[in-house]
């Protein structure tokens, strides 16, 4: 063992002497590393970026229970004690942001008899509630008054019609005696509740007036349209926000006090961006789901607070927390579940780069190894220098790798913020796979050691090889066919879906190889049975190739890593493509335009009424309501659009069974009315079994639609769920003849919308679509854009895993390309010989290279074509094995998409002619003095 210690003192350096071997090595660990590494760091950015996805699709008008939020809500007078205690209840949930109070009366709706709250002057009274919430006055469009003045404010048109000034006084209240007070339902008149004035009042001064929506209720701006599902319903019954009193703190408190109305008051406050992260989230959830369950304990503090001192007062907690952190997690499950089939292959498609490295090593050292044996060095000091030699390129590619993977994800990745555990797991990573492959090194010294040791001793050698392609057939069929077997509701969840075209693509080529074996040389004797002299001038070159050919790795197993490496690259490109665009085509029926807003009444747009109110480019109006389709009453929505403005609007995405559907909308012509029967042409979706032609009738309400059903689709933008399309331009018209009152493009008497909702679609982003309302002053209650429905959970979470695709697809092409060209290098560096004897023949270094660049190029090619039948049959699996949210329409069909083919063909061709030029230099650096040296 002494005797070895020169040898392993000088082993750790010697790579740095291997040349291309080394950096094959090197590259081979780095990449094992980068792969290994982002299975943990996918995981991680997954888990962030499900979490913020899922918070992005929870619209801000939404209720507290909801948000990402906590808030206390008490019904009741409470003392100032109990108040500050649960304010400090919230305030102590970690990650948390600034907390907003709001006050109002609600005796209309807790009170026996329903009193009707009021604002008056003179003999004129109308419904209104007070109302205070932090930052509504700042908040207010001021008409008239001085902004953030103490006192009330009323909208601008309730003042004028009581005759009001800034710096007036009023009386507001409630009161059983509200006939003289108009709204859509009856209020009713009575005359005395035991205990309870008929009327109370208290005395305000009008600091100023607001502008209002077109409705003449909500105020406008962003403020109040973010929080328009929590103002208070108009308290007569109208399908609109009340008339609100809005004042300071301490004003509402008092009026509400002074009228002996029954307040409500709340509490709240919402996750902060620095909370938005798994772990702070899970510890606002748990604070917020202990608040809750104590809110249900009748022994616990807090429902003592909510009881307060009389015990008449009711309070509740309200929060999301717990239910958005159970769903993000399980969301950020299934997205590491997406990318863990593709880290299983990419962990194996590494080792076996690295395995093949160290194959390579092995042969280059094999007479080394006989030699060092042969003078009787032990074989463990064989194998020790063996894995020191290996140390370096090994610990140098390990930190490598680890180190891209983290700066990519961090740059790159689905969330940047992956937490401080990310450079740990990056650590652990690239230690483990620096020993695996140090041992795999070792490993695989030791067998040929053992191998040597045996033919030095006259043993006959192991038969090398096995029944591996009959095998690896016998799996890719059973793969194959158990994806075909399966549902289809499976996704990038299956880890079969990332082994399956790796498994396809390996078989098929070397089937295709294996077959090619034997008709090659049968077209060689064709060849040579021409007649003598038909080819004169390619004699010689053919010689040459011979002899360049028969050194070094076979031109077969070049074809064969060439061809599963572009295979597996064009798989990922296409993949990622496929995915892309379906999860586009999925966002675009939920969504139904790039931005889309829920309105009061299509003709507050100033575009006049009717099926067709003017409106600028990019705006289309849609009416919407649910019914029932007879005879069998199934559950349908139905939705009201103008042809003309909806084709430049709704979002088309890029799939073919939405192309049908704008095509569809052609299906309604001129606008034709109401036929003999009083049906209206309709377009179905979602809806099979009904006949182009076929009459139906759609229940809304009390009121019937009939209809004649112009054509049939899978699906529309917008269309969720099974819907009938109706062409406005002939549906009103046809509802004006029967009662106006039904038709929902008008102002009737009532000024409601019925059984329709009114929504207004634009082209462009939400942000715009908001300052357009705000221009003309009309109020939303809820929007929704095209980007909140691409951040659904399992579309984001499949793109995500898309893209891990292309970047396992990049691994397997680069592991490829350098195997070639470490394979094309070594070939000419055994070739030197033969290099050397034609070049005293007469044969030039240029035709030397020109004849390796058209065997290398035809290895391209024959790689291409072999590659061809097993890509077919994975692009016809691949709806099976990546579509994005299967549940959700249109389904993902078979796609050839040309680019990411061409971008195959490409990168084959790049590593062709990189091979060339390594060839060319390799060749031009041999020595003849060095050539007999068998040192390459």
Request: with cysteine.
């Amino acid at each position: 063992m002494r005797g070895g210690w020169p040898l392993l003192r000088r082993a750790p350096g010697r790579m740095l002497r291997s040349g291309s071997t080394a950096v094959m090595i090197a590259v081979s660990v780095a990449l094992l590393a980068a792969l290994v590494a982002a299975g943990p760091l996918f995981g991680r950015a997954t888990a962030s970026g499900s979490l913020e996805r899922k918070l992005a699709t929870v619209p801000a008008s939404t209720q507290v229970t909801l948000q990402p939020a906590l808030g206390v809500v008490v019904q009741g007078v409470i003392p100032a004690r109990s108040e500050a205690r649960l304010t400090e209840l919230v305030d102590s949930t970690p990650w948390l942001g600034s907390p907003v109070t709001a006050r109002w009366g609600q005796a209309w709706q807790l009170q026996e008899g329903h009193p009707t709250p009021y604002v008056g002057a003179g003999g004129l009274r109308r419904s209104a509630v007070l109302w205070y919430r932090t930052g509504a006055v700042e908040a207010l469009d001021v008409v008239r008054g001085e902004r953030g003045a103490k006192g009330v404010w009323l909208p601008d048109g309730v003042a004028t019609d009581l005759g009001l000034e800034p710096g007036d006084t009023f009386r507001a209240g409630r009161t059983f005696q509200g006939g003289d007070i108009l709204g859509c339902t009856s209020n009713g008149t009575v005359l005395d509740v035991i205990g309870t004035p008929a009327t109370t009042r208290t005395g305000l001064t009008l600091a100023g007036t607001f502008r209002t929506g077109a409705d003449g209720r909500m105020p406008t701006g962003s403020y109040f349209s973010a929080i328009a599902s929590q103002i208070p319903s108009d308290p007569l019954g109208c399908p609109t926000p009340a008339i609100l009193v809005i004042g300071d703190r301490d004003t509402i408190a008092t009026a509400l006090d002074e009228a002996q109305e029954v307040p409500v008051w709340t509490y709240s406050a919402t996750l902060t961006a620095a909370g938005r992260t798994p772990g702070r989230l899970e510890q606002a959830a748990v604070a917020a789901q202990r608040a809750k369950v104590d809110a249900a304990d009748p022994g616990s503090e807090l429902s003592a607070l909510f009881a307060g001192d009389d015990g008449t007062s009711i309070g509740r907690v309200e929060t999301a927390l717990p239910e958005l952190q159970q769903a993000a997690e399980a969301d950020a499950r299934t997205a590491a579940q997406q990318g863990r089939g593709i880290a299983y292959a990419g962990g194996a498609l590494g080792l076996a780069a690295v395995v093949v490295a160290l194959r390579a090593l092995a042969r280059r050292r094999r007479r080394e190894t006989e030699l060092l044996l042969g003078l009787g060095t032990p074989t463990p000091v064989v194998v020790g220098a063996g894995f020191l030699e290996l140390l370096l390129p090994a610990l140098v590619g390990a930190a490598a790798g680890g180190a891209g993977a983290w700066l990519a994800f961090e740059r790159f990745g689905p969330q940047r913020e992956l937490g401080p555990g990310a450079v740990r797991a990056t650590l652990l990573a690239a230690g483990f796979v620096a020993l695996l492959t140090l041992i795999c090194n070792a490993l695989v010294t030791l067998l040929q050691a053992r191998a040597v040791g045996r033919e030095l001793a006259g043993l006959p050698a192991g038969r090398a090889g096995g029944p591996w392609l009959p095998l690896l057939t016998g799996a890719t069929v059973l793969a194959v066919a158990a994806t075909l077997s399966r549902d289809g509701d499976g996704s990038y969840t299956d880890p079969l879906s990332a082994v399956l075209p790796i498994l396809v693509l390996a078989c098929g080529c070397l089937l295709l190889v294996r077959l090619a074996g034997p008709i090659t040389p049968l077209l060689a004797r064709r060849r040579a049975a021409r007649p003598a002299g038909s080819t004169p001038s390619r004699s010689p070159d053919r010689l040459v190739l011979r002899g360049l050919r028969n050194t070094g790795v076979a031109v077969a197993d070049l074809v064969v890593v060439l061809a599963i490496g572009a295979g597996v690259l064009a798989y990922g490109l296409v993949s990622a493509s496929a995915v892309h665009g379906s999860a586009l085509d999925k966002a675009s029926v939920l969504a139904g335009a790039a931005s889309t807003a829920h309105i009061p009444h299509s003709y507050d747009l100033g575009g006049g009424e009717g099926p067709s109110p003017r409106l600028a480019p990019g705006l289309s109006v849609v009416w919407r309501a649910t019914g029932q389709l007879r005879p069998d009453y199934v559950g349908v929505d139905v939705m009201v659009v103008d042809p003309d403005t909806l084709a430049a609007v709704a979002a088309w995405g890029q799939g073919p069974e939405l192309a049908r559907a704008k095509a569809a909308l052609a299906l309604f012509g001129d606008a034709d009315g109401a036929d003999a029967n009083g049906a209206v042409p309709a377009v179905l979706i979602g809806l099979p079994g009904h006949e182009t032609g076929s009459g139906a009738t759609v229940l809304v309400g009390a009121d019937e639609l009939r209809l004649t059903a112009r054509g049939s689709l899978g699906t529309f933008p917008g269309a969720g769920r099974p819907t009938v399309l109706f062409d406005a331009r002939s549906l009103f018209p046809a509802m004006d003849a029967r009662n106006r009152n039904l038709d929902p493009s008008v102002d009737t008497i009532s000024g409601g919308q019925g059984n329709y909702a009114t929504w207004l679609w634009s082209s462009g982003d939400l942000d715009e679509l908001n300052a357009y309302l705000e221009r003309r002053s009309v109020s939303t209650t809820s929007t929704g854009s095209l980007e909140q429905a691409r951040a659904t959970p399992v579309l984001t979470s499949s793109g995500w895993a898309a893209s891990y695709q292309v970047v396992l697809g990049a691994a397997a092409a680069a592991l490829a390309g350098l195997s070639v060209l470490v394979a094309v290098d070594r070939r000419v560096a055994r070739a030197a010989p033969v290099d050397l004897v034609l070049r005293r023949f007469g044969v030039r270094p240029r035709r030397l290279v020109r004849l390796r660049a058209t065997e290398l190029a035809l290895t391209c090619l024959g790689a291409l074509a072999v590659l061809a039948a097993p890509l077919a049959l994975v692009l016809v699996l691949l709806p099976r094995l990546v579509e994005p949210g299967p549940g959700l329409a249109p389904a993902m069909g078979v796609q050839v998409p040309l680019v990411p083919l061409l971008i195959t063909a490409l990168a084959a061709l790049a590593v062709t002619a990189l091979a060339v030029l390594v060839a060319a230099r390799r060749s031009a650096t041999l020595k003849p003095a060095e050539v007999l040296r068998d040192d390459q």
